[in-house]
C-alpha cells in the first residue's frame, strides 16, 4: 500500500466517526465501518512503515479526529439544526369543566377495564371501576382525575 493510500482510509475512517456522531447518531453502522477503516490505516503504517511511522499515524489521526469533531460540534453549533419551538402541548388529559361525577353515558367499547364511553354525544377514554363492562351498558362517571375518567356500570 502506498502512503497516500493508508492516509485515504484513515481520513475515510475519521469522516464516517463524525457522520456516526453529527448525522447518523446511533446506526452504529457509520461507526463501526469508521473505527475498522481507522485502525486498518494505523495498522497499515506500522505494517509498511515500521514503529515510528505507526506512532506519528495514531498520533496525527488521534488529533485530527478530536481536532474535527470538536470543529464540527461548534459549526453544527451555530446552525439551526436542531428544535427551535418549545413543545407545549398536553396529553391524557380530561375535560374537567365539561364533565362532572354522577354523569351517564354508554359504553362505546368494551372497558377491559380500559375502553372508550359516550357521554353527551363525546367519545371518551375511559377507566372502568369495577373490571369489565360490556359494550351498550350504561355507566356513571364515579371520579375524574386530571389523567382518567373513572366509570361504573349503573
Do not use: C
Not at 469508521?34 to 486498518?40: A, D, K
Not at 505494517?47 to 489521526?61: E, R
Amino acid at each position: 500500500m502506498t502512503f497516500l493510500q493508508i492516509i485515504l482510509i484513515i481520513l475515510v475512517g475519521i469522516i464516517l466517526l463524525l457522520v456516526e456522531l453529527f448525522i447518523f447518531t446511533g446506526s452504529t453502522i457509520a461507526g463501526v465501518a469508521g473505527t475498522i477503516l481507522w485502525v486498518v490505516g494505523v495498522v497499515a503504517f506500522y505494517y509498511y512503515y515500521g514503529t515510528v511511522m505507526g506512532h506519528w499515524a495514531l498520533g496525527i489521526s488521534l488529533l485530527l479526529g478530536i481536532g474535527l469533531a470538536v470543529a464540527t460540534g461548534r459549526w453544527l453549533g451555530k446552525r439551526d439544526v436542531g428544535l427551535t419551538k418549545t413543545l407545549d402541548g398536553k396529553m391524557n388529559t380530561t375535560p374537567q369543566d365539561e364533565l362532572e361525577t354522577g354523569m351517564q353515558g354508554v359504553a362505546f367499547s368494551d372497558l377491559k377495564p380500559y375502553g372508550k364511553v359516550t357521554i353527551s354525544g363525546k367519545i371518551y377514554d375511559v377507566h372502568s371501576e369495577g373490571g369489565y363492562i360490556s359494550k351498550g351498558t350504561q355507566v356513571s362517571i364515579s371520579n375524574i382525575t386530571p389523567q382518567e375518567i373513572v366509570v361504573k356500570s349503573v
